[in-house]
């Protein structure tokens, strides 16, 4: 015998506003197997739920439906007040009476009323075959991975290790920092990035809980949310690191140079060589595409100098097995290439260069020890213009999104040109001026009133290269005319787009990204730090562009959600879920193929397909696919919904 | 033997004579056969479409009706018939303004491919006949394209707007050498040329003189209204020539007639590309 309370919402006025209340609840008073029908202004209030509660304990209630708004809002709120008076909260399902009935026919109270009536009696046959089921609980590895050695990673991976558990730290290029060491002073303070950071760096390489593992790169991610199987490649450095004492005598006595990608192409380096001279580790690789050695044949140079033996031309990649429970993507960001901006040359003249390139130039460690030369031939450039909005903010190139950091970056780097060249003069042409951040728009009206910058809102249409200056085409949208100046050298804020491989790295994570291939989080107000795929959490600009105050916060918010993970007990997850009929599996694999969550598997033994529950999200392809109706979801059979459906027809 | 349809449009009879005259001397030499839309009309110019944009899509629309019945792709020399004549194929691609043309010009069978003349001698096996034809000289040229060959890029899809190519491309092939320069596709300022010479002579004037900047002897074009205003707005004679013209030149089949068509005249270049001093 089946005893089932009825709850009928008002919501206030949304539901009561056009569904006649007091008739949906006569109607199901004298209805079958219905125990109890009753309404509440707000159910999802306490004494909402408290008439919920009592009536289970009262009536001894062994099924509950509450017509009121969607699921999504407020089951898990009456499935918990169910738990706390003793009923399996999957005998609890929801009537949604509101966004699919009541807000939708405010015009037709008559016709709305009817309708409400159908969807609850279709939930009623559900709850008639719902199974008090248990949810699954099973183990976590409570070890963490970060991709990304940036300042997002390395917050975020400082953060879980504090907090006692292991990380796995994996950096693409040798050393840790990302773009951020690249940076000569970082705005709205014009602080020094490196003497910001390196402490960061240094604790990150130092800390006992984080194994730190740089020119080494992702490669296969199997697994489920506190259970994760991660193949990580490390590249052959040809060196040996153990051995390796960092002493630099290599790098001196290297015969090759070759263009430096720390230094975005305006300074050279070493076939073998540390990134930066503050390098976290600070161990060299040698660059197999301009070692004379690998080249040649001959040269054996660093071998000979070496003090310890560390060189290795023989070394090969490995590929090294993780156990980890969370993972955080921090894979940060590239700049749009200067040569996709036909306009400006497409990267053909020296004196374009874009703001990464004039953060070089700028930094005591750069090609030019932090003096503003330009790159063609060497000479402290009198008039700079600094464009903004270079690719960003247009869809005709693709990318209509803010890059967000241009606005400020480019207002940075003329006061700091101002300060090194007083006499030259710099202009910013500007769509607006987007300056959000705490002491940023400060930092903007000092750079136009007190530092001399010459603001000019519009766009620029063409730079041509004119004998040894570059002739800058724009129009000033203020006064309405056209603008030409002759200068010396132009800087690009050119847009942020994805880092190299993010779209690749996505598809290892089974996670998604978005149409220019930054990461998506799971929703863009309230899990802005949750990808789509449960424990994997995001950090910077590889979810989208952001500045360093930004990304920070959201590394430790990441962080954080790594930690509540680690913090439970065990792993707890929904069990509605698909299962399989033994009796009418044929072991075809058809739902093996089917999964989009790599859930389903044959066991070889018993000719059957089995359901891994971890990695099961429930969400029916299987069902579909199945020729012999062998697989179905939990408290979601054909026979239920057919059953549902005969009420409704 | 290809075959392809040609629309000469109303310069290529009259203003530009050596540009029509040259054109065909070089599609006769390479062994190109080509037949006129039949009975074409104009293309509208900048006229229709200032004054009616039903009508600017009508006229070039019935000149592709026309070239259906000859099932080859069109090729069009000028730029400003090119431009017209890709808008009205976009419309016909579209097909509610489909059916509001067929309204009044009758059903389209088909809809041929319309391509800019230059593309006709990009075409591989074309170039390799070109470069059997080697000019030997050091006369360096600019090549300029103009607007309406390569904007707007959405409607033409021809080639980059910024820094196209394919004229480069066909005259390297015959061994003249051309300059990079960053004007290739900068406005003349042609619509305006009567209405308002002041505007257009700074412009022809910035065209001039980068490209002489660039180590250019000349300007060779593919656009009829280019072509003009840029020899008429010109401060210090500064040849400027049909990509057809030096082809001609190449191949040895170069006729008196076209120069003195110019209003600069170029024959002492022409002697030099040639090959004398």
């Known amino acids: 015998m089946k005893k089932i309370g009825l709850f009928i919402c008002h919501c206030g006025s949304n539901i009561a506003g056009t569904i006649d209340i007091p008739e949906v609840k006569k109607f199901f008073s004298e209805y079958d197997d219905i125990e109890i029908s009753d309404d509440y202004k707000y159910m999802c209030s306490e004494p909402g739920q408290k008439k919920l509660r009592d009536a289970i304990v009262e009536r001894g209630l062994n099924g509950v439906v509450v017509a009121c708004c969607s699921p999504r809002m407020h089951e898990i709120t009456f499935r918990n007040a169910a738990v706390s008076a003793g009923l399996n909260p999957y005998k609890v399902e929801i009537a949604n009476i509101r966004e699919q009935c009541s807000w939708v026919h405010q015009k037709e109270k008559d016709k709305a009323t009817k309708k409400s009536i159908d969807i609850i009696k279709t939930m009623i046959e559900k709850v008639k075959r719902d199974e008090a089921l248990q949810p699954i609980e099973f183990d976590i590895t409570k070890r963490a991975l970060v991709i990304g050695g940036g300042i997002a990673g390395i917050t975020a ?62 490669e296969e991610v199997k697994g489920y949310i506190g259970n994760f199987d991660v193949k990580i490649r490390r590249k052959a450095s040809y060196v040996d690191w153990n051995k390796c004492t960092g002493c ?31 390098a976290v580790p600070n161990k060299p690789i040698i660059d197999k595409n301009s070692c004379r050695f690998f080249r040649e044949g001959k040269c054996r140079v660093c071998e000979k100098v070496c003090p310890v033996q560390a060189i290795n ?108 060249v007083p006499d030259g003069q710099a202009y910013l042409f500007y769509m607006d001026i987007r300056s959000f951040g705490k002491g940023y728009e400060e930092f903007i009206q000092q750079s136009m009133e007190e530092a001399n910058l010459l603001y000019i809102r519009g766009r620029v249409a063409r730079i041509m290269q004119e004998g040894d200056k570059l002739v800058v085409w724009g129009v000033d949208t203020l006064s309405g005319r056209k603008v030409e100046i002759k200068a010396d050298m132009v800087v690009l804020g050119t847009a942020v ?121 429930g969400c029916g392809a299987c069902v579909s696919a199945c020729p012999n109706k062998a697989c179905q979801l939990r408290n979601a059979s054909p026979k239920t919904y057919m059953a549902m459906v005969d009420k409704y027809l | 033997m290809k075959k392809i349809t040609y629309y000469p449009g109303c310069t290529l009879h009259s203003t530009a004579y050596e540009y029509g005259d040259s054109t065909e001397a070089v ?3 390479l062994g190109i056969e080509w037949q006129e839309i039949p009975d074409w009309n104009c293309c509208g110019a900048a006229s229709a479409k200032s004054l009616n944009h039903k009508l600017s899509i009508l006229l070039p629309a019935r000149n592709i009706k026309n070239a259906s019945t000859l099932n080859n792709d069109i090729y069009v020399p000028c730029a400003g018939c090119y431009n017209n004549m890709m808008k009205a194929k976009r419309a016909l691609e579209n097909a509610e303004e489909r059916q ?50 390569v904007r ?126």
């Not at chain 2, 308002?196 to 660039?214: G, T, W």
């Open chain 2, 100 to 149: 509001n043309i067929e309204k009044s010009l009758g059903k389209f069978e088909s809809i041929p491919e319309v391509y800019p003349l230059m593309r006709l001698f990009t075409d591989k096996a074309i170039l390799e006949k070109l470069s059997q034809s080697k000019l030997k000289t050091d006369v360096k040229v600019a090549s300029y394209y103009g607007c309406a060959f």
């Open chain 2, 27 to 29: 599609l006769k030499y």
């Open chain 1, 497 to 617: 787009v994805p880092s190299k491989g993010a779209t690749e790295l996505a598809k290892v994570l089974r996670t998604a990204t978005d149409e220019y291939g930054f990461f998506n989080e799971a929703h863009i107000k309230l899990k802005p730090v949750e990808s789509m795929t449960g424990g994997i959490y995001l950090a910077g600009c590889a979810q989208a562009p952001k500045d360093i105050p930004d990304t920070v916060a959201q590394a430790g918010a990441a962080a954080a959600k790594v930690l509540s993970l680690f913090g439970q007990e065990k792993m707890v997850q929904e069990p509605l879920i698909a299962c399989v009929d033994t009796d009418l599996c044929s072991g075809c694999g058809v739902c093996v193929t089917a999964c989009p969550f790599d859930a389903r598997m044959l066991d070889v033994d018993e000719k059957i397909s089995i359901v891994n529950e971890a990695l099961c999200q």
């Open chain 2, 152 to 277: 707007p890029e959405e409607v033409l899809q021809n080639e980059n707007p910024e820094i196209p190519q394919s004229i480069d491309n066909i005259l390297n092939a015959v061994g003249l050498e051309t300059v990079e320069w960053p004007l290739k596709s900068f406005c003349c300022g042609g619509d305006l040329s009567l209405a308002d010479s002041s505007v257009v002579s700074v412009l022809v004037e910035k065209i001039i003189n980068y490209a002489k900047e660039a180590g250019a002897n000349a300007i060779v074009t593919a656009c009829p209204l280019c072509q003009a205003n840029l020899e008429m707005r010109q401060k210090e004679p500064f040849p400027i020539f049909y990509f057809t013209e030096i082809l001609g030149i190449a191949m040895g089949i170069d006729n008196e007639k076209w120069w003195k068509k110019h209003l600069v005249d170029p024959r002492d270049l022409v002697s030099k590309i040639k090959g004398g001093k």
């Open chain 1, 248 to 278: 630099g005598l290599c790098q001196e006595k290297c015969p090759s140079k070759t263009e430096s990608e720390f230094d975005h192409g305006l300074g050279e380096r070493k076939a073998i060589y540390t990134l930066s001279p503050q």
């Open chain 1, 157 to 218: 991976a400082v953060d879980i290790a504090n907090a006692g558990y292991e990380v796995v730290l994996v950096e693409k290029r040798h050393s840790i920092g990302g773009k951020m060491l690249e940076l000569s002073e970082t705005f709205p303070t014009l602080d020094c990035a490196q003497c910001t950071l390196t402490p960061k760096t240094v604790e990150a390489g130092r800390h006992p809980k984080i194994k730190l593992m740089v020119y080494s790169e992702v």
């Open chain 1, 313 to 420: 031309y023989e070394m090969k990649d490995e590929v090294i097995e993780e156990k980890v429970g969370a993972i955080v993507v921090a894979t940060g960001y590239e700049i749009l290439e200067t040569e996709k901006i036909p306009e400006y040359g497409y990267g053909m003249y020296k004196d374009v260069i874009d703001g990464l390139q004039f953060e070089r130039l700028n930094s005591a460690s750069g090609p030019t020890a932090g003096e503003i030369r330009r790159p063609s031939d060497g000479k402290v450039p009198k008039e700079v213009v600094f464009i903004k909005c270079v690719g960003s903010r247009d869809p005709e190139k693709g990318i209509p999104y803010c890059s967000r950091i241009c606005c400020m970056y480019l207002g940075k780097h003329a006061r700091l040109y101002k300060h090194k």
